[in-house]
């Protein structure tokens, strides 16, 4: 199997507060995670990919001091927003690869829903 | 610019046929290719890859590769109700990067 998943499930946070979002491979080692952020009705857009030890590679126009990625190791990675305002409110997935081979399969976790009021 | 175009639809098809989505995709040297489900507020779910020319079959699905017209589908035999979902398509591009480039997906709906 391949299972990730995160939490929480769901958060509703005031303007200006920090929220933190774990994401766990389960039952495999991931080499790689990735953070995706996707509106109402938009496509999944990448935030940034994270390597378990160092540092996180952010998408043009990802600001990485508001969206603070953590990869302590090969089953745990964490996003926090920091000082989050209401365009910050959005559906947060994160996404785990085994590595390797020839396939790089994602597998997703169910996703973080986030409300800033 | 690394893209993936697909219709976006809505493709709207009986219960019992087949659904066949498509995908496009701007980078020759892309090495392996993804299709994934993603209903109304949950995240996407990985349904099949493929990374060799043909075709693959998992049950109802089947997923066929050309990359000579860089080209990808996904056909649904049997088309049911609960198929009725968002379909993207993810593309790994040449690099060794494990980062996916996916559309904007396709809309289907099974009617009964």
């Known amino acids: 199997g391949a299972v990730v998943s995160q939490h929480p499930s769901r958060v509703i946070c005031k303007s200006g507060t920090s929220v933190k979002i774990e994401c766990r491979s389960l039952d495999f080692q991931a080499t790689t995670m990735f953070w995706y952020r996707q509106f109402p009705k938009q496509s999944l857009m990448l935030m940034a990919t994270?390597?378990?030890?160092?540092?996180?590679?952010?998408e043009q126009g990802v600001e990485k001091d508001k969206f603070l990625i953590n990869h302590a190791s090969l089953t745990l990675s964490t996003l926090t927003v920091t000082s989050a305002h209401p365009e910050d409110s959005s559906f947060y997935i994160c996404s785990a690869s085994k590595g390797g081979g020839v396939s790089y399969e994602q597998y997703f976790g169910p996703g973080t829903r986030l409300t800033v009021t | 610019q690394k893209e993936v175009e697909q219709n976006s639809g809505p493709l709207s098809v009986p219960e019992g046929a087949i659904a066949s989505l498509n995908c496009t995709y701007s980078d020759r040297g892309s090495q392996s290719f993804f299709w994934y489900r993603q209903y109304s507020g949950k995240s996407p779910e990985l349904i099949m890859f493929?990374?060799?020319?043909g075709d693959k079959e998992d049950g109802r699905f089947t997923a066929q590769l050309n990359k000579a017209s860089q080209y990808v589908s996904l056909l649904i035999r049997d088309s049911q109700p609960s198929d009725s979902a968002t379909y993207l398509c993810?593309?790994?591009?040449?690099?060794?990067?494990?980062?996916?480039?996916f559309g904007k997906g396709t809309k289907l709906t099974v009617n009964p």
């Open positions: 993810a593309v790994n591009t040449q690099g060794g990067s494990e980062k996916l480039v």
């Open positions: 493929i990374y060799s020319n």
């Open positions: 994270s390597n378990e030890g160092s540092k996180a590679t952010y």
